[in-house]
């Protein structure tokens, strides 16, 4: 029998794509925003004719008994809930003690408010690493108290990084995985085993890199990053380079008609700075001519903002920001522009048929709070086989 699942906080659905490929029916969503759940319509609903209740509205609204006997579940049959909450007061780039007491945070308790409801056989949270910090200690604290109080054994609540999962990205985030105390065991295994290590590791395969997700490159650029990053900056011979170079994985050209092929205009003047900027450069590799002001001076914070994004690792953490060079290392690695939000959304692992609504600004935001779908999988299929092994 399919195992069934709710995706709570759905966004565009990086969740419910995982739990579709791994095989897992998602019987209903709940998202605020508009045009996320405009995209997860457009995906799910009308490409996949996925028979998945999408409640576009505030969770805090939504009559939780009322959705369960609508989806005419009993207490207890739910296999799955899933979910990411806001994470933004939790945000590692907040400092001091900014974020606590953000009313955002409380939508995590919200979250086991459902699953008190539904009384799922498993359930597991996404959230940005920034939750076990000593300041949010108490949110997190109460929720692992209540999930307790109610029956459920955490069996995971730490970090997991994207790139051990074979996604080209350097994610961390925090899962937090909990099961029913009375089909819990002792061979309940999470998270699964990394599919993707270090290369200097000794072991195979290795994490993948963000040349992943771009096109094949250009002969001259080609030279150009032999001669003016490995060589140099790796302190490699032109045959080592060469040989770097070739074993490097490229993505396929973009589709002109892909509607998520767009990135930010920029000026002449921020043209200007991206051609000055190296290959794999950050913004310190700019000449003092296009040097920002807020960065002269000796300025050592943000050295990834209007930075290259660098070909041979996995990409920095792609953010709601990514469709803007401002505010990360978001620039095209060779090209004179941002990236796409077509790249952006492959560096999370969406596939090229998976269309965003709304606008570029409202496309970046479902980008970066994604969870990466091929990561979902992973993750879910191990929870799907836990549960298979308690039956």
Request: aromatic share 10%.
């Amino acid at each position: 029998m399919q195992l069934k699942a709710i995706d709570l906080f759905a966004g565009a659905g990086g969740f419910t794509l995982g739990a579709y490929e791994a095989g897992v029916d998602v019987v209903a969503a709940i998202e605020l925003d508009k045009s996320a759940s405009n995209t997860y319509r457009l995906n799910f609903i009308e490409e996949k004719k996925i028979g998945v209740k999408l409640i576009n509205d505030d969770i805090n609204q939504v009559n939780l008994s009322k959705l369960r006997e609508d989806l005419n579940l009993q207490i207890g049959e739910l296999d799955l809930i899933l979910g990411g909450p806001p994470c933004q007061g939790f945000s590692t780039h907040r400092i001091k003690d900014s974020g606590v007491d953000d009313p955002r945070n409380s939508l995590l308790l919200r979250y086991f408010e459902v699953v008190h409801e539904f009384r799922p056989k498993s359930f597991l949270v996404e959230n940005v690493s920034g939750l076990l910090w000593k300041r949010h200690a108490e949110y997190l604290e109460k929720f692992l108290m209540l999930a307790k109080s109610e029956g459920y054994e955490i069996k995971f609540c730490n970090i997991l990084n994207a790139k051990d999962y074979g996604i080209p990205q350097n994610r961390k985030r925090v899962f937090i995985y909990g099961v029913r105390i009375d089909l819990s065991h002792p061979n309940i295994f999470f998270p699964p085993k990394p599919t993707h290590f270090s290369p200097n590791s000794g072991m195979l395969p290795t994490w993948k890199t963000a040349s992943s997700v771009f096109e094949p490159m250009p002969e001259d650029i080609a030279k150009r990053y032999i001669h003016e990053y490995f060589i140099p900056k790796l302190k490699v011979s032109k045959l080592q380079a060469y040989e770097i170079l070739n074993s490097l994985e490229f993505g396929k050209a973009l589709q002109e008609n892909d509607p998520c092929n767009i990135h930010m205009q920029p000026s002449a003047k921020m043209i200007e700075r991206f051609a000055d900027t190296k290959l794999n450069g950050s913004r310190e590799d700019a000449g003092e001519k296009h040097r920002l002001k807020c960065h002269s001076n000796g300025y050592e914070g943000h050295k990834d903002v209007y930075g290259r994004i660098i070909i041979d690792q996995p990409s920095n953490t792609i953010t709601t920001g990514c469709n803007n060079p401002s505010k990360g290392r978001f620039v095209h690695p060779w090209l004179n522009h941002g990236i796409t939000l077509r790249h952006a959304a492959r560096l999370q692992s969406f596939p090229d048929n998976f269309i965003f609504c709304g606008s570029a600004t409202n496309q970046a935001k479902q980008i970066g709070n994604a969870v990466p779908p091929k990561l979902s999988t992973i993750l879910i299929k191990q929870i799907c086989l836990n549960l298979k092994n308690t039956n």
